[in-house]
DNA sequence: AGTTCATGTAAAGGGTTTTTACATGGCAAC
DNA sequence: GTTGCCATGTAAAAACCCTTTACATGAACT
């Protein structure tokens, strides 16, 4: 049976590993998460639905990897953001919350993968490093904030990691998807994440 | 073929739609929001695997219908702890955010169906309904909230609104589900929110 | 050239989905 | 009460998906 919608030149794929990620992310983006299967999969990259067990044990051997590749992505366009602080502080602190929400709203399919696919983050240790790294290029941020208050009234520097990362995921996961947001409102998501720390930081007693 | 595992008293079921219900939450609980198909809720319901079509469409509309049951009883638990605001209005908000938090923990498989299940919101008005409706009472709170605050001196309601539902989400999502929280960390959801809530309306000058 | 091994296919068994035809019995109208 | 309606359930069948097993291909190394 022939399973290549165009033929291929070799009998060999050659790349099927990305080959099934963007599928799984093409497929992820028009059907959500847990809106394809395996086969499909296969089938969209070209190939037979045995195939894929070549490179993953399962289906979510599959999503855990493009979870993975999304973590990555991730980080890097926080660390871009940041950028290492310069030129001040605080416009790079604003610049990085903002990349969190674009990353969101522009690539939505990872952004599933990682925070919206179910898959039991402690199954997949790789997984797990790829958030961690993530959440540190926060915290380096915020410590770095935290630094222009006057020592002795700084604020704990893992809390206040916490509270921006709880409110930027739940801007994005509420407001701030890029297809049709579950909740969307009146003011954009943007807007609402800057009133709210120019409100925050007022609060923890920072300028900004 | 007998589908009872133990056998009906008559040959109709008499509440499938409940047990479908109930079968859905307790397969949501342990598998997650995709981790079942229709004829295993069939099969856990004690009927034959076309049962299920008597009563719902296809799979999704069960999962919704459990979303809807989630949101209903999710606006109960919230109006239940802001019990008019009484014995006094910051006491009750406080309550109120907490009910959002312990709801979230308490009934995981509710919040993954509402939240998490990657069902197009739109597709069922009676889903946006309860969850407009849910979404009401915590802007009541706010409303009263805000008006402690001396006038010519208030934030705007639904701002304020969409903040606090933002950072009640975040937390609840990242750190606050009942079984294996998928970023658990060492501070507890509680005193995060608490903590949040304490810097946040400092930067509001609001009085708490 | 020959061997090896990663990568792909074919085929088969079993489960799921969904429809269609049929069975049951609760309930309302007489 | 009896009758007939019809909501609710079952059986069976066709199509598709999952997963494994045995086999085919060809790239890389000697």
Redesign the interface.
């Known amino acids: 049976m022939n399973w290549h919608k165009k033929p291929r030149d070799s009998y060999h794929h050659g790349n099927l590993r990305k080959a099934l990620i963007d599928a799984a992310l093409d497929l992820i983006r028009s059907k959500?998460?847990?809106?394809f299967t395996f086969a499909e999969a296969a089938r969209h990259a070209g190939v037979s639905p045995a195939a894929p067990y070549r490179h993953y044990k399962d289906r979510e051997a599959l999503v855990a990897d493009v979870a993975g590749q999304g973590y990555k992505a991730f980080s890097a366009a926080m660390d871009k953001a940041w950028n290492d602080g310069k030129p001040d502080v605080a416009a790079s602190f604003k610049r990085t919350g903002e990349a969190y929400l674009l990353f969101a709203r522009d690539q939505p399919a990872y952004y599933?993968a990682m925070?919206?696919s179910?898959l039991?983050?402690?199954t997949y240790p790789e997984l797990r490093t790829a958030?961690d790294e993530a959440?540190d290029t926060l915290k380096v941020a915020v410590t770095a904030l935290v630094a222009t208050a006057p020592e002795g009234s700084r604020?704990p520097v893992?809390?206040v990691s916490?509270?921006v990362?709880?409110?930027?995921?739940?801007?994005a996961?509420?407001?701030g998807r890029g297809d049709?947001a579950?909740?969307k409102?009146?003011?954009s998501p943007q807007e609402?994440l800057e009133?709210?720390m120019?409100?925050?930081?007022?609060?923890?007693g920072l300028k900004v």
């Open positions: 959500g998460t847990g809106g599933s925070f919206e179910g039991n983050i402690a958030a959440f604020p893992l809390m916490l509270h990362w709880a409110v930027c995921h739940g801007i996961s509420l407001f049709g579950a909740f409102q009146p003011i609402l009133s709210h120019l409100v925050y930081l007022r609060g923890l």
